[in-house]
Structures are given as C-alpha cells and as structure tokens.
C-alpha cells in the first residue's frame, strides 16, 4: 500500500516569491492535514480537510497561505508571498475519516526561504 | 499556547538499557494520547497510543504508562536498541465539534548507543 506521497521534497526560494507544495493522501482516506514543523520542534496543525471541506482553519495564516482539495482527494499548500520565517518543513497526513486518531504522515517537504 | 509539555528534550542510553520520556497536559478534556516515531527525512509514525481508561499499555517493547490524576503520561522503551535511535514525540487529542485534533509535544531525541 503506497503511502502519503508528497513533493517536492526540497524547495529553495528567495522571499517574497510564491511557493507550493501538493500531497496525494492514502487512498480511501477521506481527513487530510497539513502541518508545519520547526526545526526541533513537534509539528503544528495548519489546516484540516474532511473530503474537500476545510474543517479546521483555524491556525492558518491566511494572510499568506492557501490551502485546496479539489475533489477531496489530493491537496496543494500555497505560500505567497514566502517569508525567512517560513523556512521549515511541511508535513501532510491524511487518516481514514475525520474521527479516525491515527494519522499517517508524508515524509514533508522541507522548505528553505533565502 | 503549549498543552503538551514533553521532556527530556535529548536522551543517551546505552543498548540494552531503558528509555524512559515523560509528557505532561494541561486539558481535561483530552482523551487519546499517542506517542509518534520519527526518523531523519521522516515523517512521523505511530508508535503506540493509550485511552485514560487505562493506566498502561505494552506493545513489544514499548510501554505507555499514563497517570490521569497528575495529568502524565509516559514511553518506556525496554532494551533499547541503535535502531531506536530517533525523535520521539508524545500528543494528545480530544474529540470536537468537527473531529479530533492532535497537539504535539515538542519532542525528544533519543541516541542509543552500541
């Protein structure tokens, strides 16, 4: 079973220019989430899909970050414009319903703004 | 806002030995608490995970041990191994209007020595 596919795996930016990262969740999983993590730190929750319905928002800087999943499937992460403070790694998991506790994760992509 | 407190933030043991990590929480309404592995260039797996119906739960050689009145929960790793060797993250969730969320501990490095 394939699991949480994501790409790219690394991006270099310089600020201000836009960025996007695109999941692809396990298949029959209808919750997606994309979280940030810090260096050193446990990931943070971004955003929340149930099918192609954000759920939760709440901690998305909208400001700046759009997050989509058309068809309830696959899902794009957008920054525009990027900032230095956003250098991290950005994760997403997705789990079979909305109330299912184990989340499976990608292996991130690991975003550097110059 | 930190809800799950997690410590020690770095752990050396020796093979053989046992590796113990201690999280803390601040809300009652939590009631799920896994523990999540991740390697470098990872991302985060389920390890184990424990309901506050009971006070501990063994898996192999993982042991969850929760304490509900002092709001702790804790992994013990027995014969810890070089293959052990990863960041190890404890988290809580509690079930809300539109799903469950999870919070992140800030996490722990473990190094096992051969």
């Known amino acids: 079973e394939a699991g949480v596919v994501q790409s790219p795996r690394y991006k270099i930016i310089e600020k201000k220019q836009p960025v996007a990262f695109w999941c692809n969740p396990i298949s029959g999983h209808n919750t997606l989430y994309w979280y940030l993590q810090n260096l050193g730190q446990g990931p943070e929750l971004l955003i929340r899909y149930e099918n192609e319905e954000a759920v939760d928002d709440s901690q998305l800087p909208k400001d700046r970050f759009s997050a989509e999943r058309l068809k309830g499937v696959d899902s794009t992460l957008k920054i525009q414009p990027a900032e230095l403070g956003d250098s991290a790694v950005y994760l997403c998991a997705s789990s079979l319903d909305v109330w299912g506790n184990e989340q499976f994760f990608g292996p991130g992509t690991r975003l550097t703004v110059l | 806002q930190q809800q799950v407190k997690q410590s020690p933030q770095s752990l050396i043991v020796q093979k053989g030995g046992i590796s113990i990590i201690n999280c803390a929480y601040e809300?009652?309404?939590?009631?799920?608490f896994p523990w999540y592995q991740q390697f470098p260039g990872k991302g985060p797996a389920l390890l184990i995970a424990?309901?506050?119906?009971?006070s501990e739960k063994k898996e192999g050689r993982f042991t969850i041990s929760f304490n509900k009145s002092a709001k702790q929960f804790s992994l013990h790793i027995m014969d810890s191994q070089p293959g052990d060797s990863a960041t190890y993250f404890c988290?809580?969730?509690?079930?809300?209007?539109?799903?469950?969320?999870?919070?992140f501990g800030e996490g722990t490095q473990l190094t096992v020595n051969p």
């Open positions: 424990i309901r506050p119906d009971v």
């Open positions: 988290a809580a969730s509690m079930e809300e209007t539109s799903g469950s969320r999870l919070t």
């Open positions: 809300n009652t309404a939590f009631d799920y």
